[in-house]
């Protein structure tokens, strides 16, 4: 996936909303191989909702930029996954954004959330296992908070004519 122009905001930078938008490409196509793609809805009359989501933004992309984004499930039940993303930069490696979401499976004919069917939940469950294998993101489970002044970790790396 690339930096699309129009998704450049007035900073000369990729919006803020438009990471969402690779993060949520990214969920269609690795939940697709447990059975919880787009035709999930269709078949099934049940999908998955986000509700609740945190973005860290650690360096800008700018038009153009190539990106990958990888997707790490950390923990299921019958009713919830829990899964953590990377955003990098395709051709440099570094890491522009992380995203880590929980969501609800939903029976869509009710709109309230239900258990997942026993054949999806074994699908998870092999895609857990496979994760498991992958070290735990520093990242997950932050929570926002203010540092104390003088701390820099907040500071955006800001591209100045080079890229690190």
């Given amino acids: 996936m690339r930096a699309e122009a129009h998704w450049i905001d007035y900073n000369g930078h990729l919006n803020a909303a438009y990471y969402n938008v690779f993060f949520d ?15 999930y809805v269709e078949e099934r009359k049940a999908s998955f909702f986000v ?20 997707l ?3 923990a299921f039940d ?3 996954i829990h899964y953590f993303m990377e955003l990098h930069h395709a051709a440099e490696g570094w890491l522009a954004a992380s995203c880590e979401n929980l969501s609800l499976h939903v029976d869509m004919r009710t709109r309230k959330v239900a258990a997942f ?8 469950a092999v895609m857990r296992a496979a994760h498991a ?12 908070t203010m540092p104390e002044r003088g701390e820099d970790e907040y500071e955006p790396q800001i591209a100045s004519g ?3």
Avoid: C, M, W
């Avoid at 294998?133 to 932050?142: N, Q, Y």
């Fill in 51 to 70: 509700v609740e989501s945190h973005i860290r933004y650690r360096r800008e992309l700018r038009e153009n930029d190539p990106v990958r984004v990888t």
């Fill in 133 to 144: 294998r992958l070290p735990h993101p520093e990242d997950a489970g932050r929570s926002i």
């Fill in 117 to 124: 069917p026993p054949d999806i939940l074994a699908n998870l």
């Fill in 25 to 39: 490409r990214a969920v269609d196509e690795a939940f697709g191989l447990v059975g919880l793609g787009p035709g």
């Fill in 72 to 74: 790490q499930l950390l």
């Fill in 162 to 164: 080079t890229r690190h």
């Fill in 78 to 80: 019958e009713k919830r």
